[in-house]
């Protein structure tokens, strides 16, 4: 079946320190999304990125979707206390006509920051 | 906050009990999810209904039993659970099953005993 691997699996940073997490995928994807976890809370959605090599921007965050669709990733500049938490990414895959896709999350990446 | 609402938010049961788990959504969704998050393991998909209709099943043991009585509702109705079963169970909605973004609920708080 489809799997959805992200790396890596945690991240320590002091605060100010960059963060990459990256996803990838065993199958060409159509959409790949990105949600954020808080400790003790539950995923929020942060984006969709839908096109072969789209970058999309939310103020410190960045996002990335590959040439191929198999791959992503989430770059944060300069981490703070507020963006800790477990980052994940969801592939869409099969969408398109009357399908309405398959989504499969990856394992997240768990972020802390250290002020 | 997100318009999704779970209860209880927390439920210890024995293996011989059975309970059931709601989720109720204000968001005027038509796709409602059912999701298992485990400590290190990704969110495993369990259950979807699209406009009431169950149009996902992943492979879920027969101990777990959905119902979608209408859009804005559902539940999962467990029983003879195993301790294996312990986790977190969100709900999720979202306009319809596909590409579209989800809102999650709070989760409730699965022990079994």
């Known amino acids: 079946g489809q799997q959805v691997m992200q790396i890596p699996q945690y991240q320590h940073v002091q605060e100010g320190e960059d963060f990459t997490t990256y996803c990838n995928s065993s199958?060409?994807?159509?959409?790949i999304q990105w949600y954020k976890q808080r400790p003790g809370g539950h995923p929020v959605f942060l984006i969709q990125?839908?096109?072969?090599?789209e970058v999309k921007k939310q103020k410190r965050l960045t996002f990335q979707f590959g040439e191929a669709k198999k791959n992503s990733s989430l770059h944060i500049t300069a981490t703070q206390t507020t963006d800790v938490g477990t980052y994940f990414c969801?592939?869409?895959?099969?969408?398109?006509?009357?399908?309405?896709?398959?989504?499969?999350f990856g394992q997240g990446t768990i972020l802390t920051v250290h002020p | 906050e997100t318009g999704v609402t779970q209860t209880p938010r927390h439920l210890v049961m024995g293996m011989t009990n059975k309970k059931s788990l709601k989720c109720e959504q204000h968001?005027?969704?038509?796709?409602m999810y059912w999701y298992k998050q485990s400590a290190k393991k990704p969110l495993e998909l369990m259950f979807v209904?699209?406009?009431?209709?169950?149009?996902e099943n992943n492979s879920v043991p027969s101990r777990f039993s959905p119902e979608c009585p209408n859009s804005s509702h559902l539940f999962l109705h467990l029983h003879t659970l195993q301790p294996e079963d312990s986790a977190l169970y969100l709900c999720?909605?979202?306009?319809?099953?596909?590409?579209?973004?989800?809102?999650f609920g709070p989760g409730t708080r699965l022990t079994v005993t």
């Open positions: 209904y699209n406009f009431k209709e169950q149009t």
């Open positions: 990125l839908v096109k072969s090599g």
């Open positions: 199958t060409t994807l159509s959409n």
């Open positions: 969801a592939g869409i895959t099969g969408a398109g006509g009357t399908s309405y896709g398959k989504l499969t």
């Open positions: 968001l005027g969704h038509n796709a």
């Open positions: 999720a909605s979202s306009q319809e099953w596909g590409t579209y973004e989800q809102y």
